[in-house]
């Protein structure tokens, strides 16, 4: 996965404060949110060995598409929001996410 992908609070503070040096005004819950699609995409490309699906926000889940534009699956968020599932535990979501990967990955 990429080093560029915050995968914990204190990376989300640090690449949030890196960009305002840059004058971007963003906050920690646009870049988690960024983090999370962008987690999963990674899983997916690894898995596949390319990209070959895609993964966009529906609300508040995750789908999947394939190359054809069909979907895979969604992945939804356990608690309230994707947010708040990597604010209380993003080590607890990244693995979650894995999991799902392999599930949709390994049902085709």
Known sequence: MSVEIPQSMDDVVMQVAQRKLHGEE????????????????ALFDEALEGHYDDVK?????????DIMGQPVGTVSPQGESF?????????????RLEDETSKLVGGR
């Open 83 to 95: 947010i708040s599932d990597f604010r209380q535990n993003a080590d607890a979501l990244v693995l």
């Open 57 to 65: 926000w529906s609300g508040d889940d995750l789908v999947v598409t």
């Open 26 to 41: 963003v906050t920690e819950d646009a870049v988690i949110k960024t983090a999370v699609r962008d987690i999963l995409q």
